[in-house]
C-alpha cells in the first residue's frame, strides 16, 4: 500500500461499517495482521481503518505491585501492562502501530463521547507516535453509511480536546480513589484472617451504597401502624361501582365502626359532579437513562443489560449512538425519511402513514440536551440478520417511542361524583380516554389507569348503597430500590455519568453489598459502609462526588484546569488514607467478620424441611468435588438429609419457596441458558425441572 489515511474506530463492528460505507464500491477489503482485523476502502485516496476492542490503555501505578498504599503516582499504559489476561492487546497495539506508520493523515472515528474521546486519543498518542496533536475528529450518531460519509466528508479539524482532558481526569480521579480504598479495605482484612477476598469501594460506588443503606434501614425500623379504610359498594343501572370515603386513613376502628353503623341500610345521594377533560401529552424521546428504567419497568431488563443491547443496535446501525443525554430530536436527522425507511415493517405501516399525513412532524422534546449526541432514535434501516427476542423488544420500544413523539395529545376526561350518604360523603369516580392520540403509536408500552366508564349521573339522583366495607390495614415501609429505581435516584443526585452507572450497579451486585431484584443490603454491604462512614465519611458524601463530577464537567467546558481538580481530589485522600492505616487492625476484624457471614449467607438455601432445625446448604463432596444440598445438622449427625444438584454452571439460593412444596429453591444458571428455578425435593408435584439435568448421586 502506499500512503493512506488511518482511520481509528472502538469496535471491530464500527470499523467494518465505517469502512464500507466510505469505499467507493461499498466493499470494503478485510485484511488481518496476526488475528487483528482491519479493513481497505478506496475513496478519494486509499484509507485503512482499524479497530480497537475498547480501551486499550488504563491507569496505572508508577511502580508495580499490589500488597501496599497509599498510591498516589501513576501513568497511563497498555492494559496487558496493568491486566492479567489481556495478552492479545499487545498483538493489537502493535499491528496499530505497523499500521500508522506508512500513514499520512489520522482521523479519530471512535465514539463521540468520553470514553471513546480517550480510547481514541491514547492509540493516537502512544500507539501511532503522538499523532493527536494532528489527527482530525469524525462525529456521527449513527452508523448509517449516509451519516458516516457526511462525517469523513466534513471533519472537525482537531481532536475533543475537552471531552479528553475530563474523560482523563475521571479516569485518574476514579482510580486514585478506587486503587487506595480498595486496597486499603482488602489487605486490612487480609492481614487480620489471613484469608484474601477483594472488597472494593469508589468515588460513586461507596455513595450509590449509601443510598441504599439508608433505605434499607428506613425499612427494617419501620412500624406498622394500623389504620382503617372505609368503602362502599354502589349501583347504578345494573352496575356496581366501587365508591371511596372522603378520608383515605382513618386512624381509630371506633371511627371506622361509627361510619359502618350510620351508613349501612341507607342509600346516597348525588351532589356535586365534577367532569374534567385534559391533554395527556406525548413522551419525550429516549434518552439512555429513561431507556434504561423503561425497560426494566416493562421487561425486567437491568440497566447493564439494556445498555448493552442498546449497543449492539447501534453497532447494527439500528438506532443511534445510545449513551447520550439528551431527550432532543434535531431536524437534521430527517423525520419523514425515517418514518418511510419504517413503513418497511408491517408492523408499522399504518401508524406511519398516519404521521407522515401530518402537515408537520414536530416531536414533543425533554429539557435534557447534550451536545455530543441527539435523544435515541431509530435510523430507518431494517434489521440484516434475525434479532434475538431482547433486541426486538428494545428495537421496537424505541421505535415506537419514536412514532410517538410525533403523535398528538391523548385527551383524557376524569368525573368526581360526591356521594351524601347519611350525611357522610363518598367519592366515585369514573375516568375514560375520549381521543388515544400518541397513545396508539406506544401501544402496547403506553401505561394508564384503567378506565372506569360511569353511567350518566344526575345531581339529586338518588343511587343504591349495596354494601359498606371496613378493610383493616396497616402503613407500609418505603419500598426497596430495584435496579431501575436505583438508576433514576443517581441521575437526579448527580453522581456517576450515563456511561457508568449501569456498572457501579452491576458491581454492588457482583461485590455481594446487595442481592436480589428488590435490592437488599447484605451484612457485607452494611459492614464495608460503616467502615467508609466512620473513617471516611467524607468518601461517601454524595455532595463531594456531585461537586467533583461538576468540576469534570467544567474541564470539559475550558471552565477548569484539570491540574487543579486533580490536586485537590489527592488532598482530600491523604488524610482518609492515613485514617485507614492506623485503624488498619480494627477494620481488619470487622471486615473479616463480614465476609465469613457473607460467605455462609451466599451457600444457605433455607430451613431444613426434614428436620426442621438446621439450614440447607450448598456443599460439595470432600470425596468426588461434586456439589450437593446438605443440612447443617449432617454434621452433628442428626439429619441425613442430602439432594443432588446440577454439576455443571452456577447455583445460588433463589430466596423463594416452591409453590407446590413449600421448599426452598435454588437457581441455575449455565452458560447460553436462560436461569432457571430447581425446586430439588424428589416428590414435589411441580417439579418439572428435575427433567432437565442427570441426577448424579453424591457422597
Known sequence: MGKYAL????????????????????????????????????RDRQIVVVPAVGHLYTVAEEKGGRNYYPVFNFRWVPRYVAERGAKQIRVWLETISKLAKDAEAYIDACDYDIEGSIIGYSILKYACGNKESIAKRMKYSTLTKEELEKSYEELLPTLDFGLIEAGRTRHEIDWLYGINLSRALTIAAKDWSGRYATISTGRVQGPTLSFLAVREKAIRSFVPTPYWEVKAEVEIEGKVFEAEY?????????????????????????????????????????DIGTLQSEAYSLFGYTPRRTLDIAQRLYLDALISYPRTSSQKLPSAINYASILESLSGVSEYRKLVGELLAKKELKPNEGKKDDPAHPAIYPTGKLPERILGDSEKRIWDLVVRRFMAVFGEPAIRQSVKVQIDVNGHVFYLRGRQTLKEGWLRFYEPYARSADEVLLPPIEEGQKLRVKKIMVEDKFTKPPPRYNPGSLLKEMEAAGIGTKATRADIIQTLYDRKYVRDERMIVTDLGFEVLEVLQKHCPTIVSIDFTRNLEERMDKIQANLEKREN?????????????????????IIGEQLSYAVKRALFEERVVGVCPVCGTGNLMILYSRKTGKRFIGCTNFFKNKCKASFPLPQKGSAKPLGKNCRGCGWPMVQVKMKGKRPWALCFNPLCSLNEERKNFEVQGVQ
Open 565 to 585: 481538580v486533580l490536586l485537590d481530589a489527592v488532598e482530600i485522600l491523604k488524610p482518609v488514607m492515613e485514617e485507614l492505616k492506623a485503624k488498619e487492625k
Open 7 to 42: 482511520i481509528i474506530t472502538e469496535k471491530p463492528d464500527a470499523a467494518q461499517r465505517i469502512a464500507s460505507a466510505l469505499d467507493f464500491k461499498g466493499k470494503a477489503k478485510k485484511m488481518v495482521n496476526n488475528g487483528v482485523p482491519f479493513y481497505v476502502a478506496e
Open 246 to 286: 372522603e378520608k383515605d386513613v382513618i386512624e381509630t376502628k371506633k371511627e371506622a365502626d361509627t361510619i359502618l353503623s350510620e351508613c349501612r341500610g341507607k342509600d346516597g345521594t348525588a351532589k356535586n359532579i365534577e367532569i374534567k377533560q385534559f391533554h395527556q401529552m406525548p413522551p419525550t424521546p429516549f
